[in-house]
């Protein structure tokens, strides 16, 4: 009975989390570079939590807990606009951004623009970094070719963005909506594809259709353990009453 209430709980538990996570990722749907979280579960078995002397009489079962929030990667869809501000990434390489601590980040979020000083900025997240540091543009007269190299109209090379590689597998520090933090090896592997495309941003990875139905379906599973949990708390309290009157 009591294992029973147990497990009821941390499935509620686990489906809110779900929840909160899909709730989450519909805010951000139209959020530019947003990458979706999920909700990674994982189970220990009985042993782990019942005396040596129970284990041959208590039988087995599997006790599921929410284990971590996941960020998937997966690439989103472009838009293309007219703006030279707006730059996509095609491929698994990101942008760099020094945050206002002094914090290298890495972002999918495009959208820039000049700060005061005329330098390439992502809103106030901090200044967009070349190989060289920050990205003095000036005006908005540029061009950025596929392989990230910067360049004035006279077609003259004035600096290069610096360009990070997270595997899509990877498993991200996420950073406020836009922004991450990846404690491997950022190199660009040799022979890694990928394109650079002026005029365009990334949308978020989030399929509304799929989040939707998902949230459904948790919501469903979420009720149904609600409702056994208030099942069993009757039938416990009259097997206490029955007990009293003994």
Known sequence: MQRAFYNLAQAM???????????????????????KDEIVTNTFQEELILVENRRKT?????????????TNLEQ??????????????????????????????QTRKGQFELDGEGYLCLSDSGRVQSERGDI???????IVDNEGNILNTDGEII????LSYIPADANVEKVGDNLYAYDGDMTIPE?????????AFEKSNVDANKEITHAMEVQRLFEAAS???????????????EIIKL
């Not at 899909?22 to 990458?35: C, E, M, S």
């Not at 208590?58 to 996941?70: C, K, L, P, R």
């Not at 600096?159 to 610096?162: K, P």
């Not at 409702?227 to 009453?241: E, F, P, Q, V, W």
């Open 13 to 35: 538990i686990n489906h809110q989390r779900s929840l909160d996570a899909i709730a989450n990722n519909v805010a951000n749907i139209n959020t530019a570079g947003y990458k």
């Open 58 to 70: 208590s039988g087995s079962f599997a006790q599921t807990y929410v284990d971590v929030n996941v």
């Open 136 to 142: 003095f543009i000036g005006n908005d007269d540029f």
């Open 227 to 241: 409702s056994i949990l208030k099942y069993m708390d009757t039938l416990n309290g009259r097997a206490s009453s």
């Open 159 to 162: 600096d290069r963005l610096m």
């Open 76 to 105: 989103g869809s472009l838009e293309f606009t007219e703006s030279p501000f707006d730059i996509a990434i095609h491929g698994n390489v990101y942008f760099n951004v020094e945050s206002p601590s002094g914090r290298i980040l």
């Open 191 to 199: 022979g890694e594809k990928f394109d650079i495309i002026q005029g």
